[in-house]
Structure formats: structure tokens, C-alpha cells
């Protein structure tokens, strides 16, 4: 099996990380991978492989990227790590009181913990600082 190896070295600006490459096209690999998302995709899938330890990884991968491709041309929903009652289960710790709410604040911390990046950060009720169930569900599955 082929690989790439970069010299990478991550300097912080603003909390942005900013990558220095030693050479062109280790710069124009590290774009192109950041262009179509393939560290987010093997380390979603490398988490996947881990919580659900199928006895046949190299299937289930198969299986998790026909999924995502069917969700990307179609109806249906993306593979992922978390299932409904895991979301709801999280929503619990976040909202103790049983409100029905929790803050925008909340409501982005527990996405990026999840490892969602790119997600809507004034989703419904964020005007009020009041994030449903509903709402936190529907955009940790998008």
C-alpha cells in the first residue's frame, strides 16, 4: 500500500492552524485534501470502524461509503457514528433540567465534540439562545 508523507507544522493564528509544507506538491496534496474533505472522511470512517468493530471491516467500509453516496444523490441519511438515542442521550447531559432547550453555546460545543465541523450555527431558536431536541438532532444528522 502507497503513502504520503508530509512535513507538517501547525502553527496557531487566531485558533486557526495554519500548515507549512516543505515542498509544492506536498502544498498541493494537503489542498486537495482539504478540498474534498478526506481527512474528515477516513477519520469519520476510522471512528465508525471502532464503535461498531464489525468482523468484517473492509465491507463495512464499502457499505458506509455506498451509504454516503446514496445520500449525497438522493433521499436518504449519511452513515453516521451517532444514532438518535445517542443524540438524545447527549441532549440530556446538556439540558439536566429537563427545559426542553439547550443554549447555542451548548449547541456548538456539542457538535464540534461529536467531530461535526461544518454545521449551521444559527439554527432554529438560536436567535432566543434556545436550541430544541428537535433542532439539535436534525442538524447533528445533516
Known sequence: MCGITATVINLQTDSEPVAKMSTPWEQEA?????????????DNLT????FYRPDRPREFLIDQLEKLKVSKVGPGNPPCLFNESNLDALFGILDPSHQGFITSNQY???LKTLGIKNFNEFPEGA???????????KEAHL
Do not use: G, P, V, W
Open 127 to 137: 436567535s432566543d439562545d434556545r436550541i430544541s431536541q428537535e433542532t439539535f438532532i
Open 108 to 110: 456548538k460545543e456539542a
Open 30 to 42: 494537503a489542498e486537495y485534501l482539504d478540498k474534498h474533505k478526506i481527512i474528515e472522511l477516513t
Open 47 to 50: 471512528s465508525m470502524l471502532f
